[in-house]
């Protein structure tokens, strides 16, 4: 999916901590793009 790199920073605020996971294409092509996206417009 163009313009991701299929990763997401997760920040806690709580305990000042952040750290990188990495997310499938299938999460990516699910919920934020393909029909999804065109459901929530």
Same mark, same amino acid.
């Given at each position: 999916?163009?313009?991701?790199?299929n990763s997401l920073l997760r920040v806690d605020l709580t305990n000042q901590t952040y750290r990188t996971?990495?997310?499938s294409d *299938?999460?990516?092509q699910t919920y934020l793009g393909g029909v999804k996206a065109? *459901?929530?417009t």
């Open positions: 999916m163009d313009g991701f790199f996971e990495e997310i *299938q999460v990516l065109w *459901q929530l």
